[in-house]
Every structure is written in structure tokens, then in C-alpha cells.
């Protein structure tokens, strides 16, 4: 068996370690084995002392294949019995050996178990013959772009490899290539421009590389914009054709608009046949230039990044067949009075479950925004009939707009409705079907970092006012979004991005969202966002309970920016030092006369912020409040446990409680103020009370050992 055979055999039959390890243990839970098995562990390395990546397999001296590990950190650990074995590296990005620097199986190093367990000499392979470099953006960006690679010789594709996140990448071939690179810039969602080496257009121009053991580097390769191909469609007699598709032989279409113009983005680098058809049937399609067939078309050459021009087109007229015996037609407009141009009309029979229908004829409106059906009176077994005009194109997707910086057009149904459900039901007598199509709205603005600049994957949501995200923009690379497909109604926005806080407009957590109102055919503007990293307490923490000796101190953590998957931890301190954990703290004579501070670290995952409660009063023992009350004093009698009365000082607040706040707290009134000496006092009230029931709160401040806190006390008064 040959070494590259037993490679393959070891992919395909070995689990790792792990699975080995998970069998022995199986045996010894049946029957334990004579000689169990030990581990061989090992490290292999590059010339540098880098670790490499590969897996390891033991054969035993006659060639069996006994367990095999792989590893991406160099480190692999063999579970083997007592015996002999020789062991075999393989990589796709390293040299193949045999353990120890040999190249056959026959000199392979000899490893012996013999009971124990043993640590192998570092092993040092060499790089396979390679080629490097790094992908990017014309601006600098890094591009997780594919590689695509072929044979110089043969032109024969060899696979392709992945360029990491910062554009890196590594080809490891040992014979000369020709490399093809592709990508997408996630910043401005579109195709960059494929090119082969070293900016060519094809591969028999494509510059070869020759790989080489310490890895052939072909610096940056920078992908420009994608290219695109651009022109305009009319008439023989010049004037423009709204609606004829332009597409490339390479799969890349556009909508000529209401100008003629179209423009196909991210065209693919190389020769391309670009076709102009008319799915409304007005005029007959060609190739360009003015060629009926494929074969006569003149190609588009398209080079990295080139942006092809006046690739125009003049249509015949299609021949002119009035419709006969029309049964049902009608006219196709939106909401705001424009024509609906090449909309997709498909005719269903009227069932009780749409699942249930079938599609039994389809036409497109015509560039007067009107349809005709000649045949209803011809279906077998089908006198009823529901219409739908398809605002998607009839692509399957959702809504979108059918022009650069026009408003998505919604899908309607006979009797202009917005469902097969509630679609009125047509006949072959029902003559004229009008339909009108709901146009979207819009909302503009920007997302952008408090650190300065654009942040990552940036996005906005769309939130309606069902508590659904309906949308998700993707700002440009400036920041900047324009989202067209948002039906009238209320929604609030979210914004978020890589490492940055999520908030909702106005720069607030979602419950304080500020909802926008969107109407057909108008853009709200100025619906912006910048973004924190860092993450900060909104409403500060807060300690609940009073600091009295024997009592249970608590914390609140507050209100975030950004808290529904944070991990919270507290920290409980006096003096500047931690002195306890957790949520709760027991407040003890240890802590008499000193002030408790709590401490919550909120662990968003990508970044963490703490914030401090407000310190508590001065740790004291718990007074008890007896209070005579009238309507214009109250006289106080305050004691505490093992205090004599000479020692019991305070100052005391009274509210009166007048209400309930919007988050549940109690409304409070002050209705005076006093202070208690020898554990007494009077205080006068500024207004009299009314007759009747009150709930009265004593806010105290102790002194020396007395403690501070609320002491509520119902009170009924006469007058």
C-alpha cells in the first residue's frame, strides 16, 4: 500500500483521538484487554518551529492500519497497545514523511509501546511547494475571496482555496499554476471584479506561478469594483423602451427603465454575449450587435473593473395581434396614478385553499399598463377564476423596488386585494379588472461609530407596529442606507453592528424606541444612528434595603444598553475593597458605621462595562418609630436595641404619600421635617392633613449607631 493510499484510507476510516479513545473505552467497559492501551503523543513543526496542521496515522510493521489523529496545532496524541508501529504525517499543506524525517515506510523510525505512555521527539516536516498572498479591495480591505487553481500546463482546475478574513491566502501546489481570483465586498454587497494573475482577462493570458518551498509571494492582489456593461434600448425609430431585460451570457440581467437605460453590475471579467429581450412581446428580442443568434453575436469584452459602455440596442416591433374574444382585462396602475409597465398576470382557479389551485393561463401587462385574457371561456371544468398581478417580478422573493431609487410595488389580487384568500372570484363574463397596486415608502439615514468611521456589518431593522421585523437594510460603505421597500404604517429602527451596542432610534433601548410613520411614495430622512462599543449602565444600579445590623442588603443591576444576553456579575464593597459577592449581602457589626457600595460588571461577550450603586447611609442598628399623629404634628418616639434613649439622635423627613408613578413608586409629598433627640421629637406639619387615611413615610438619618432608612406608618386622622 503506498503511502498516498494509506493516507486517504486514514481520512476515510480515522475519527481522531477522541473516537479511538471513545472505542477503548467501550472494550473496557466489556472486557478489559490484556495489554490496555497507552498514549503516544508528539508535536510536529515546520523549519521555523510553527506548528503544522495534518494528521497522523501507526501502521503496525506489517502495514495495518491501527488509529490515526489530525490536529491543527501540531499536537497529536495516539492511543496504541503494547507493539511495534510506524508512523506516517500527511498534510495538504505540508511534505508527506514518515516518522523520522524518512520517505518511505521501509526506513520509517521504529516506535515501541511497552506499557507506558510516551512524549516523541519533535517532528519537523517541510512545507509543500506553495503559493502566498493577500486579497484586497481596491480601498484596502481585506477579501475572504476564492482562488480558484489550474495546471499551466494543462489548463486543468487543481480546486480552489479560501483567502481568510484579512484576504491571506495559501496555494499549495508542486507544479507551475495559473490562478483565477474572485470575491465579494460584503461592505458594498456586490461582486468585485474576477481576474486571473496578474490582471488579466483569461487564462490563456493569466501570468504563471511557480510554487517554491518557502512559498512563492504574489503580494497583494487587489480585486477592483466588479465591472459592469451599460447601454440603452429603443425603438427602430430611437425612442426609448421601458421594461426589455438585458442579460449576459455569464448570467448578470437588468431592467431597462423608463429612459431605455440599463446597467448589469458585477459582470464577470472576460468575453460575454449580451441579449435584449421583451417578455411583453411588443418588440423581438436579438444579441448584440443587432445579430438574431448566438452565434453571430458581437462579444462584450469586459477586463477587471471595466465599466462597458454603449452597448445599445434597437428593436423591431413585434407584429401586431389584436386580441379576440377577450373574456376578462383591465389596467394596471399603482397608488400614486403611474402605469404599471410588464407586471406578471397569472390567472387561478378559484379554490377553497390555494394549495388546491391551479395556474391555468399568464400574460404581462403591456407598456399602457393594461392585460387581456381571451380564453377563460375555453377551460375545461373551470368557470371561476382569482387574478394576481405579480409585484415581485415573479422571481419568488420578496417585493423590491424595480429601479435604482424607486419604491417597491406590492402584489395584488383581484377585487385589490392582498391575498388568494380574499381575492374576488372572476368569470369569463366579467369584463373589466382593474387593478391598483400599494406603493412602498421609504427611510434614509446613516449608521455610523462613536469611535469614528463606519463600523462592520453594519444593519438596520425594521420593526412594524405588530412587533415583526419586516426589513433589514445593509448600509453602503460610507454608512449610509436608503431602504424603499416599507409599506405605510409605523415601525421603529434598530441599527447594530461588529462589536458595537445595538439601539434603537432615537438612540434608545427598545421599549424607549420613538416610532416613524412611512407613506406611500415619501422617504423619512435622517433616521440615524451612532453606534458605542462600550457598554454603560443607562439607569445606575441600585441597592434595595435599609443598612441596618441583621438586615439583607440587595441590588438592582439597572437598565443597559445592551443587556438581554449580557452576563451579570456583583460585587459587594466597603471601604474600596471587595468584601463579598453575589446579589444579596448580609449586613453584620463588622460593617457598623461604614458605607456599602455594590459593583455590577455586565459581560456583553464583545465588550464589558461596570457601573457603581450610590453608597448606602452609615451602617447602623435598626430603629422602631412610634408615631401620635394628628392633622398638624406628629409627636416621635424612636428606640433601638441596646441603645439607651440619651444616645438615640436623628434627623427625620416626613412624606406624605399622594399617588402611584408611571414605574410603580410611590408618589411622595414632604410635609415637614424634624429632629429627635433623647429618642423623641415633634413634627410640625406645613399643611394640615385632611381627614381620613394616610400612609406617611419617616425618611431618618441616625446618628452615631442609630441606622437610616424609610419607616412607613398608616395613620387615620380626625378632625
Known amino acids: 500500500m503506498s503511502s498516498s493510499t494509506r493516507g486517504a484510507v486514514a481520512r476515510l476510516v480515522a475519527g481522531g483521538v477522541a473516537a479511538s479513545v471513545a472505542v477503548a473505552g467501550m472494550s473496557v467497559g466489556l472486557v478489559a484487554p490484556a495489554h490496555a492501551a497507552v498514549v503516544v503523543s508528539g508535536s510536529v513543526i515546520d523549519p521555523n518551529g510553527n506548528y503544522a496542521t495534518g494528521y497522523v496515522t501507526a501502521y503496525t510493521l506489517d502495514g495495518t492500519y491501527v488509529t490515526s489523529d489530525s490536529f491543527t496545532n501540531g499536537a497529536f496524541d495516539l ?4 507493539g511495534s508501529y510506524k508512523l506516517e504525517f500527511d498534510s495538504s499543506a505540508y511534505a508527506g514523511e514518515w516518522y523520522r524525517d524518512k520517505a518511505t515506510e521501509e ?31 481596491a480601498d484596502g480591505r481585506g477579501v475572504p475571496a476564492t482562488v480558484e487553481v489550474y495546471d499551466a500546463a494543462t489548463g486543468t482546475s487543481l480546486g480552489q482555496e479560501t483567502a481568510d478574513r484579512s484576504g491571506a491566502f495559501r496555494v499549495s501546489e508542486d507544479v507551475p499554476v495559473k490562478l483565477f481570483f474572485r470575491g465579494y465586498d460584503s461592505r458594498t454587497r456586490k461582486s468585485l471584479a474576477s481576474e486571473w494573475f496578474n490582471d488579466k482577462i483569461s487564462i490563456d493570458a493569466a501570468d504563471v506561478v511557480t510554487p517554491t518551498a518557502a512559498g512563492a509571494d504574489l503580494g497583494v492582489v487587489t480585486l477592483a469594483p466588479g ?13 426609448p423602451i421601458h421594461r426589455v431585460e438585458a442579460c449576459t451570457s455569464t448570467g448578470g440581467c437588468d431592467w431597462t427603465d423608463g429612459n431605455g437605460v440599463y446597467l448589469i453590475e458585477g459582470a464577470r471579467t472576460g468575453t460575454q454575449t449580451v441579449t435584449f429581450r421583451d417578455p411583453i412581446g411588443e418588440f423581438i428580442g436579438e444579441y448584440w450587435n443587432n445579430a438574431s443568434t448566438f452565434s453571430t453575436a458581437t462579444p462584450v469584452v469586459v477586463a477587471p473593473g471595466q465599466a462597458v459602455t454603449g452597448i445599445d440596442a434597437a428593436l423591431a416591433a413585434a407584429p401586431v395581434v389584436a386580441p379576440t374574444g377577450v373574456d376578462v382585462s383591465g389596467t394596471v396602475r399603482d397608488e400614486l396614478g403611474a402605469v404599471g409597465v410588464g407586471y406578471p398576470v397569472r390567472l387561478y382557479t378559484a ?27 375555453r377551460i375545461g ?43 374576488t372570484t372572476v368569470t369569463a363574463t366579467s369584463g373589466t379588472v382593474d387593478f391598483t397596486l400599494p406603493v412602498a415608502g421609504g427611510v434614509s439615514g446613516s449608521v455610523t461609530s462613536d469611535a469614528g468611521g463606519v463600523p462592520d456589518d453594519t444593519f438596520v ?3 412594524d407596529s405588530d412587533n415583526r421585523a419586516v426589513r433589514s437594510a445593509g448600509p453602503e460603505i460610507d454608512g449610509s442606507y436608503d431602504e424603499r421597500n416599507l409599506w405605510a404604517g409605523q415601525y421603529t429602527v434598530a441599527f447594530g453592528a461588529y462589536l458595537h451596542v445595538t439601539e434603537w432610534w432615537k438612540n434608545a433601548l427598545p421599549e424607549d424606541a420613538t416610532a416613524i410613520t412611512v407613506k406611500p411614495g415619501q422617504v423619512v430622512t435622517g433616521i440615524s444612528a451612532s453606534l458605542s462599543k462600550d457598554v454603560k449602565a443607562v439607569d445606575r444600579p441600585e441597592i434595595l434595603g435599609d ?56 459581560d456583553a461577550g464583545f465588550a464589558q462595562g461596570q457601573a457603581l450603586t450610590r453608597a448606602s447611609a452609615k451602617v447602623g442598628l435598626q430603629p422602631r418609630l412610634k408615631a ?14 441596646s441603645l439607651k434613649a440619651k444616645k438615640v439622635k436623628a434627623s427625620v423627613v416626613v412624606y406624605d404619600v399622594v399617588g402611584t408613578r408611571k414605574n410603580g413608586d410611590d408618589k411622595l409629598k414632604k410635609i415637614g421635617k424634624a429632629t429627635i433627640k433623647n429618642g423623641t421629637g415633634t413634627v410640625r406639619f406645613s399643611k394640615p392633613l385632611g381627614k381620613g387615611k394616610h400612609t406617611l413615610v419617616f425618611s431618618l438619618k441616625g446618628k452615631g449607631k442609630v441606622g437610616s432608612g424609610d419607616l412607613t406608618q398608616k395613620v387615620k386622622v380626625k378632625r
Do not use: C, M
Request: net charge positive.
Open 351 to 377: 379554490t377553497a385553499d390555494f394549495r388546491d389551485s391551479e395556474l391555468v393561463a399568464s400574460t404581462y401587462s403591456n407598456r399602457a399598463g393594461q392585460y387581456f385574457f381571451t380564453e377563460l371561456d
Open 107 to 137: 526506513t520509517a523510525d521504529v516506535v515501541t509501546v511497552a506499557g507506558a505512555g510516551q512524549v516523541l521527539a519533535p517532528w519537523t516536516v517541510d512545507r509543500s511547494p506553495s503559493v502566498t498572498g493577500v486579497v484586497r479591495t
Open 628 to 641: 401620635k399623629v394628628s392633622a398638624r404634628s406628629a409627636a416621635l418616639t424612636l428606640k433601638v436595641k
Open 79 to 82: 492511543p496504541l497497545a503494547d
Open 227 to 239: 465591472g459592469s456593461i451599460s447601454g440603452r434600448v429603443t425603438t427602430e425609430f430611437g425612442a
Open 547 to 602: 443598612a441596618w445590623v441583621g438586615k439583607t442588603l440587595r441590588v438592582d443591576a439597572g437598565r443597559w444598553n445592551t443587556q438581554a444576553a449580557s452576563r451579570f456579575t456583583f460585587e459587594w464593597l466597603v471601604g474600596g475593597k471587595v468584601v463579598a459577592t453575589g446579589t444579596s449581602l448580609k449586613v453584620t457589626k463588622k460593617h457598623l458605621g461604614k458605607k456599602i457600595t455594590a459593583r455590577v460588571t455586565n
Open 461 to 463: 431593522t425594521f420593526t
Open 381 to 423: 371544468g373551470a368557470t371561476q377564476f382569482k387574478i394576481e398581478v405579480d409585484g415581485t417580478d415573479g422571481d419568488g422573493g420578496p417585493e423590491q423596488p424595480r429601479e435604482e431609487g424607486d419604491f417597491s410595488r406590492r402584489t395584488t389580487w383581484s377585487g385589490n386585494k392582498l391575498d388568494f384568500a380574499t381575492a
